[in-house]
């Protein structure tokens, strides 16, 4: 039985770079693939074990959170940290503020 060993959620984001600047200066991710090489529109983003996908599809394609879909579908990943006490004062320490509504 073969072991799946890797999962990265897909975001579509309206704006690719503010994107991959926020994930790589203000969350610690490393971009590992921007593309194409002429007019970037998708990226990956990953830190430790985690990668994110990012797309950038057309200007009038929004991005649409969970949480404005449904109260109880608030979440559109989930990515556990093995010290969720030291994550929070490391993006403290770096400016990042709360997005929880």
Do not use: C
């Not at 007019?39 to 990953?46: K, L, T």
């Amino acid at each position: 039985m073969a072991n799946l060993t890797f999962v990265a959620p897909f975001f579509i984001v309206a704006d690719l770079k503010a994107s991959v600047a926020f994930y790589t200066e203000k969350l610690g991710f490393v971009t590992q693939y921007a593309g194409p090489d002429d007019d970037p529109f998708w990226a990956m983003v990953g830190r430790d074990q985690v990668s994110i996908m990012l797309k950038a599809i057309a200007p009038d394609i929004k991005p649409v959170p969970n949480s404005s879909r449904h109260r109880w579908a608030r979440w559109d990943a989930y990515i556990s940290a093995s010290d969720p006490d030291a994550l929070f004062r490391e993006y403290r320490t770096g400016g990042t503020r709360s997005f929880h509504r």
